[in-house]
């Protein structure tokens, strides 16, 4: 099992910064994987940037250039950095792990799952 707890959120001003981050913790998995996601009100949850295990991001295009991700692998935490932030971006945002079981991989057999936290709120305000 996988738990993911983010931190961060709150109210800013347009133009302003925040900074997400998102811990994993837990036992018997090894995460691949890790990413946020938001979902606007009234509006699908949709990807806002990824990275892999290696170090590999990539962006929606709406926040390219003024989001970055970045990952502690030691610490199985993801961080997003956001700046310039823009009304648009008032959404709650999710961390997401996608993490394989170590039991599934000794069977051969491995499973990627996804985890989620539970959200963390993001309002910015113009």
């Known amino acids: 099992q996988v738990h993911l707890v983010e931190s961060g959120g709150g109210l800013v001003q347009s133009g302003g910064s925040l900074r997400l981050a998102c811990a994993a913790s837990?036992?018997?998995?090894?995460?691949?994987?890790m990413g946020w996601y938001r979902q606007p009100p009234g509006k699908q949850r949709e990807l806002v940037a990824s990275?892999?295990?290696?170090?590999?991001?990539n962006y929606a295009d709406s926040v390219k250039g003024r989001f970055t991700i970045s990952r502690d692998n030691s610490k199985n935490t993801v961080y997003l950095q956001m700046s310039s932030l823009k009304p648009g971006d008032t959404a709650v945002y999710y961390c997401?792990?996608?993490?394989?079981?170590?039991?599934?991989?000794?069977?051969?057999?491995?499973?990627?799952?996804?985890?989620w936290g539970q959200g963390t709120q993001v309002t910015v305000s113009s």
């Open positions: 990275i892999t295990n290696s170090g590999s991001a």
């Open positions: 837990g036992s018997g998995f090894t995460i691949n994987t």
């Open positions: 997401n792990a996608q993490a394989f079981s170590i039991a599934s991989i000794h069977r051969d057999r491995p499973q990627l799952l996804n985890y």
